[in-house]
């Protein structure tokens, strides 16, 4: 009878194990503090009470840029540049390898052929993220492929002829050297070199937009500053001007200019 009594009073005391450890969770359970987020108990706890929830949270800084995993790419192109009349978009020529006759060591006479031994051929390279959506690449450098003084220059730049500013002044299409790069130093380049003068060039010059293959010109200023040049070809002088403001070198200079929008025409071999 004793042991009966033992055995039982065992199975009584693990019978009312699971009971206990029961309530000594739900006890534990009770005493976990209720999550707060700025003072307000969270959305998750609103959802165990059957509340409603709260709005959400605007953000008071500036968004972040999404940094890009993707290593950019480096595109390569080699085109003839193509001149169209600004005012309707038809066709006016290519930019030959001879100098104009009416500047000697600037470009200013064009062809209908693109391609050498007549067009004048440049390259330039540029590099773009592939997640991104930029299409507009600025401070190119265009290295000449064919030009006469090829070996002497080697790319195809701007030289400042009167003070460029933002808005007066105009400089001539001409070779320069890798290094011309200084709107208040004078560069080597091929129209110093036939008149005989000191001028300052730049070659990191040009724009290129891969959407539309649009080729721009622009000037750096002694501030810093980019100024963006317009072309113009006065066609009796035969001078291709280009300058920010045309309607200022018509009026100095009493001539008609016609402008010019150049694009890129690629060249494949």
Known sequence: MGGLETEFGKTMKWSFLPLALLALGASVHAEQPTKRV??????????????????????TGPLLPRQSNSPPITVYKECSIEATRAEDGSFYGYIGILYSEGAEGAYGWFTDSPSPPDGLNISFMYSYDPSGSQTTFTGLQARTQNSMNQESF????????????????????????????????????????????????????????????????????ADGSSIALQVGMDEQGKKLYLSPSLSAIETEFDVSLVPLHFQCLEIYF
Request: aromatic residues 12%; without cysteine; hydrophobic residues 30%.
């Open 154 to 221: 080697g790319y195809l730049g701007v030289v400042g002829v009167q003070t460029i500013t933002a808005e007066s002044g105009y400089g001539f299409l001409t070779d320069v050297t890798q290094y011309a790069n200084s709107p208040s130093v004078n560069s080597a380049n091929a129209y110093s070199g036939y008149a005989e003068s000191g001028n300052p060039a730049e070659g990191y010059v040009w724009t290129f937009d891969s959407s539309t293959y649009d080729l721009e010109l622009s000037w750096t200023a």
């Open 38 to 59: 700025n003072g307000q108990i969270s959305n998750a706890e609103r959802l165990a009470r059957g509340l409603p929830l709260l709005p959400p949270r605007r953000r």
